[in-house]
């Protein structure tokens, strides 16, 4: 059975770090993308950055690009997405998804994604 715990979420102010964790069990990460999503009230669910199937790529969206590192431990069965220069509009839910994809076009559909864990709250605020 695949479950996806996600921790590390909290209350940070502007500029400030954070480092979510997903702890993966029930499959191989390697045989899957998996990677992060995140839904901020009345907003829709959207991807923030993802690693594929195909090459093991890794994918940013361009709101993140050059804050946010993703990576993935498989020896652990985690991975982790490390927030640096955090903003105001970063505040959501995360969430940590497994799924098909194999990469290529940007962003990819949630609906690709079958297992999704609980979701951490992010917010940044002074």
Same mark, same amino acid.
């Given at each position: 059975?695949?479950?996806?715990?996600?921790?590390?979420?909290?209350?940070?102010?502007?500029? *400030?770090?954070?480092?979510? $964790?997903?702890?993966? +069990?029930?499959?191989?990460?390697? %045989?899957y993308?998996? /990677?992060? =999503?995140?839904?901020?009230?009345?907003?829709?669910?959207? *991807?923030?950055?993802?690693? $594929?199937?195909?090459? +093991?790529?890794?994918?940013?969206? %361009?709101?993140?690009? /050059?804050? =946010?590192?993703?990576?993935?431990?498989?020896?652990?069965?985690?991975?982790?997405?490390?927030?640096?220069?955090?903003?105001?509009?970063?505040?959501?839910?995360?969430y940590?998804?497994?799924?098909?994809?194999?990469?290529?076009?940007?962003?990819?559909?949630?609906?690709?994604?079958?297992?999704?864990?609980?979701?951490?709250q992010?917010?940044?605020?002074?």
């Amino acid at each position: 059975q695949v479950q996806l715990v996600e921790s590390g979420g909290g209350l940070v102010q502007p500029g *400030g770090s954070l480092r979510l $964790s997903c702890a993966a +069990s029930g499959f191989t990460l390697d %045989d899957y993308a998996i /990677g992060w =999503f995140r839904q901020a009230p009345g907003k829709e669910r959207e *991807g923030v950055s993802i690693i $594929s199937i195909s090459e +093991s790529r890794t994918y940013y969206a %361009d709101f993140v690009k /050059g804050r =946010f590192t993703i990576s993935r431990d498989n020896a652990k069965n985690m991975v982790y997405l490390q927030m640096n220069s955090l903003k105001p509009e970063d505040t959501a839910v995360y969430y940590c998804a497994t799924g098909l994809w194999y990469g290529g076009s940007w962003p990819p559909s949630p609906e690709l994604f079958g297992d999704w864990g609980q979701g951490t709250q992010v917010t940044v605020s002074s």
